[in-house]
C-alpha cells in the first residue's frame, strides 16, 4: 500500500479541462446552506453504545439547468448522520446511491449502517435522491404510457408502435414534470454534488458511489479533479460503452453469475434443488413463460412473461444470502399454476427515475431487425438467462433525440489521489470487465481492488474489503497495484 501525497495539478489540470470542453461552472449565484431538521422516519442505529446519531434531513435549493444558475429552481432531499465521535471528526462522508432512482435519503435514514463504525466515528455519512428521484422533484409520468412499454418488441409493427408510444411518454413527462425533465442526467448531478460538498462547508469531496451511483463519482471527478480528497467506486459502471459492447457485457456477466449460483446449489445443503438438475428445471420454466403458462407464486399468481422471468432471478443474484431464497422461488415456479386475472393499482401517475438512464446513454437501434439482432446475440451469450435487464433499456429509450445530455466517452479523470475501484469477480450487474475498463482509463489515477467473491458490491460483504476501503477514505492509503481479497465462503 501506498500513502497519497498531494502533488500540484493547478492551471495544468484547468488548461485540460478547458481543452477538453469540461470546465465546472462557476457558480454565479451563492449556495444556500442546508437547513438540517429531524427526519420523520428516523430508524435509531445500533452504535453508539452511549446513543444513536440521529438522522437529520434537509433540502438544497439547486438550480434546474446550470446553464442558467439564476433559472428556475428545485429541491434537492438530503439527510445525514453526523460523526459519532466529535472529537476524531475528520469531515463528510457522501455517499452516491444505486439505481438510477434509489434513494440516498433512505441509505441513510435507514441503513447508515452499511458503513463501518469506525467510518461513522470519524465522519458526518449524508446522502441524496438525485434529481428527478425520490424526494428531489421526481419525473412523473402517465401509467397507462408506461405500462404500454413491451418487455421484449417482437416484430417491426411493435418496434414501430414503441417509438411513438415514447415519444408520447417523453411529452408526457415533461408536462407532468416541468423542466427539470430535460435536466435529470448525471453531468447536472454531478454539478448538484459539488453545491452539496460547498454547502456542507468541505473544501475537497470524500465519496463513495455503489452501482450507478459510480457514474456519478466518475463524471465529478473529470468536472472537479481537484475537488477530490478520496472517491470510492463500488461496482462501477463502465460509460465507454455502444450499444452492442453495453449489452454484451452485460449478458455475459449475468450468465456468469448464474453460473455461479448453479455451481453453490450443487454443493450446499441450503439449496433445496441440490441433486436436481436446475438447469434443465429453469429452460422448462422459460419454456412456460414463452407459451404463457408460467405464473409467480410469490406475486398472487401473476403472469410470468419471459424477460420478467430472467430479470427476478437477475435480481436475487445481487446478494448471496439471497441464494437459497432463489432457489425456492425456483422451486415453487416448478409447481406453479396457470395464470390467473391480475390488476394494477389505478393511480394515473407514477414516479419515473429510468428516465435518467435514457439521459446517461445514447443506445439507438435503427429498427427491427437490428433489435432482433441484438435480442440472438444475447440469448447465445446468456443461454439462461436469455434476457438480461439490460435489454430493456434498449426498448425505454428507443427514440430518444441524440444527442442526449451525458453521452457515453472514455474517462478523462486527473485527480491527486488515485480513485479506487472496489471490484467483484463475480458480479452479476457490473461486471468485472467494466471494472477493469475503468481502471484502464483512469491509469495511474484509478487503484483496481479486486474481490474474487460473489455479488453486487463487495463493502458489506468482505472484510478484507472493507479494511481497504475504510483505509483509503480515512487515512488516503491506495491498495497496492494488483491488491485482491478471498472470496468468502458461502
Not at 468541505?202 to 473529470?222: D, I, K, N, P, V
Not at 419454456?287 to 430479470?311: C, M, V, W
Not at 458490491?457 to 479494511?467: A, K
Request: one cysteine or more.
Amino acid at each position: 500500500m501506498l500513502r497519497v501525497r498531494k502533488s500540484g495539478v493547478g492551471w495544468a489540470v484547468a488548461l485540460a479541462l478547458t481543452a477538453a470542453g469540461l470546465t465546472p461552472a462557476s457558480p454565479a449565484v451563492a449556495r444556500p446552506a442546508i437547513g438540517w431538521h429531524p427526519c420523520a422516519e428516523d430508524v435509531p442505529e445500533e452504535e453508539p453504545p452511549d446513543g444513536p446519531a440521529p438522522a437529520e434531513c434537509g433540502t438544497l435549493s439547486l438550480p434546474v439547468d446550470w446553464n442558467r444558475p439564476r433559472g428556475e429552481r428545485f429541491e434537492l432531499a438530503l439527510a445525514r448522520r453526523v460523526a459519532t465521535d466529535p472529537t476524531a471528526r475528520q469531515g463528510t462522508l457522501v455517499f452516491g446511491p444505486g439505481g438510477p432512482g434509489d434513494s440516498g435519503v433512505d441509505r441513510v435514514v435507514n441503513g447508515s449502517s452499511r458503513f463501518s463504525a469506525d467510518l461513522r466515528r470519524r465522519f458526518d455519512i449524508v446522502s441524496f435522491d438525485p434529481r428527478g428521484t425520490g424526494g428531489s422533484h421526481p419525473v412523473r409520468c402517465s401509467r397507462d404510457l408506461l405500462a404500454r412499454q413491451p418487455q421484449v418488441i417482437a416484430d417491426q409493427a411493435q418496434f414501430d408502435a414503441t417509438l411513438t408510444n415514447n415519444a408520447l411518454l417523453r411529452a408526457d413527462c415533461r408536462t407532468r414534470t416541468g423542466a427539470l425533465y430535460d435536466h435529470v442526467d448525471t453531468t447536472s448531478a454531478a454539478r448538484d454534488l459539488d453545491a452539496v460538498r460547498a454547502a456542507l462547508g468541505e473544501r475537497q469531496l470524500t465519496f463513495h458511489g455503489s452501482s450507478y451511483g459510480t457514474l456519478l463519482g466518475e463524471r465529478y471527478a473529470e468536472l472537479f479533479p481537484d475537488r477530490v480528497r478520496a472517491m470510492v467506486l463500488e461496482a462501477a459502471m463502465d460509460h465507454s460503452l455502444d450499444t452492442r459492447a453495453f449489452l454484451d457485457t452485460q449478458a455475459v456477466a449475468a450468465e456468469d453469475a448464474f453460473d455461479e449460483f448453479l455451481d453453490w446449489c450443487d454443493r450446499s445443503a441450503d439449496c433445496v434443488l441440490r441433486g436436481r438438475d436446475v438447469r434443465a428445471i429453469w429452460a422448462g420454466l422459460h419454456d412456460r413463460a414463452e407459451a404463457g403458462t408460467l405464473t409467480d407464486p410469490d406475486r398472487a399468481g401473476a403472469p410470468l412473461a419471459p424477460f420478467e422471468l430472467s430479470r427476478l432471478a437477475h435480481k436475487r443474484l445481487y446478494e448471496t444470502d439471497r441464494w437459497p431464497g432463489l432457489a425456492q422461488w425456483i422451486d415453487k415456479l416448478a409447481g406453479a399454476p396457470t395464470p390467473g386475472v391480475t390488476t394494477l393499482a389505478d393511480d394515473a401517475v407514477v414516479p419515473y427515475p429510468f428516465a435518467v438512464f435514457c439521459q446517461d446513454w445514447s443506445l439507438p437501434v435503427r429498427d427491427y431487425r437490428e433489435y432482433d439482432a441484438h435480442l440472438r446475440r444475447s440469448a447465445r451469450l446468456a443461454p439462461d438467462l436469455r434476457y438480461p435487464p439490460a435489454l430493456f433499456a434498449l426498448v425505454t429509450c428507443l427514440g430518444t433525440p441524440t444527442p442526449v445530455a451525458n453521452p457515453q466517452h472514455r474517462l478523462r479523470v486527473r485527480t491527486d489521489v488515485p480513485v479506487l475501484i472496489a471490484a467483484t469477480v463475480h458480479d452479476p450487474a457490473s461486471g468485472y470487465a467494466w471494472a477493469r475498463a475503468v481502471a484502464r482509463q483512469l491509469g495511474r489515477h484509478g487503484a483496481l481492488l479486486t474481490y474474487q467473491g460473489w455479488g453486487h458490491g463487495s463493502y458489506t460483504t468482505s472484510p478484507c474489503v472493507g479494511r481497504a476501503v475504510d483505509a483509503y477514505l480515512i487515512d488516503q492509503v491506495v491498495p497496492a497495484r494488483g491488491a485482491s481479497c478471498p472470496a468468502v465462503d458461502l
